[in-house]
């Protein structure tokens, strides 16, 4: 909080500094060293973009950009920011995209399927990290903020999207820094730290939830959603009159998934639910179960004569929602955009050691309307899920309505959304 509040005060600070002067540039710029003094004065100006004009309907031309990405570290950060690089390279594949972060294995894996490239910079996280960890993060910054400025002045983006995670912010503020163009997408229903800091520099705010928690200048924030993977949306239809399996001995489907790392209270609650299970004939399981859990979740379900496809990631994700009938998992704001823009059935156990409990909010507000129900971590046991899942094998009618008032939440168009604005951003 401390970190925060001198943030923003410095910012206030510099930005009113700069109005004065007539500049968008800080007052301190002329005490940086020569190093970074040559890193901000290459670009005076944001660049132009690489395309031109305006559809004749008078809606900004599909032009080639070239955009940055700052941000992932977890796939509820990273799988948005993919979904707006798609969208984006829908309108023109002429268009330029890297994301920036420091470079984890997940980070790595992804991108590198999707083809995007990938920079890393240095950053570490800061809350929740004790004392001499946020103290070794911070000295980090400095370093972050000029390995950013390097890229950004080769690659001379028209945009930089920060994404919410702490390897946006060094991204983020180099790119004020040299006056490109900022956006910030929040996923969650109460902002975290990173994008509560980055919100000054941005001229845009993307939300994913109508009512996120949001103090900033109401002309910046937009309501949009929180963008789904293309693969996603268009894997997962399920055609009428499908079967889930490919069993038709086995025709209802419980998806566990616990985020891209697993959820071990997760698994450990699952495997105490099939030694209750009576209808181990009827139910098939689909489980992600993290790297750690895999073998012995696996041993499991061969010990209890359950079908189940047990794997420590799943690539394709969208097969398995397409096959759900029941989905149990964490509540990130990445999942709960998929459940919802899909319209699938869930029972959320939201992880209890997320940033100011962002988690539950998240849950809340579709399981108060009916639309999932959520169980906290603490309350849950082998039994009660066990319940809950032949509750809804037994009534179809249930799962169906609580499907479609999930699917009212959905906003499928969260991408379009996005980058339909950020065109009217650049041409204003």
Known sequence: MIIEKTYEAEGAKCRAQGAR????????LP???????????VVPDAPESSGGGKENSGRPAPRALRIVIAGGGTGGHLFPGIAIAQEFMDRNSATRIIFISTGNPLERAVLSKVDFELRCITAAGIKGRGIWNQIKSVANIPQGILEALRILKDFSPDLTIGLGSYSAGPVVIGAWLRRIPIIIHEQNILPGITNRILSHFASRIYISFQNTQSRRDSQKVQWTGNPVRQEILTGAHRPEGTTDNN???IHFTVLIIGGSQGAHAINMAIIEALEHLKL???IHFIHQTGAADEDWVAEAYRHNQVSGNVKPFFDDMAEHYRRADLIICRAGATTVAEITALGKAAIFIPYPHAADNHQVLNAAGLSNNGAAEMIIEKDISGKILCERIEHFYNDREALKAMAARAKGFGQPNAAGNIVDDCYRLLAA
């Open 31 to 41: 005490h940086f060293s020569p190093a970074w003094a040559g890193l901000l004065a």
């Open 247 to 249: 069993s038709a001995q």
């Open 280 to 282: 181990k004939e009827q």
């Open 21 to 28: 002067n007539g500049s968008a540039r800080p007052y301190l």
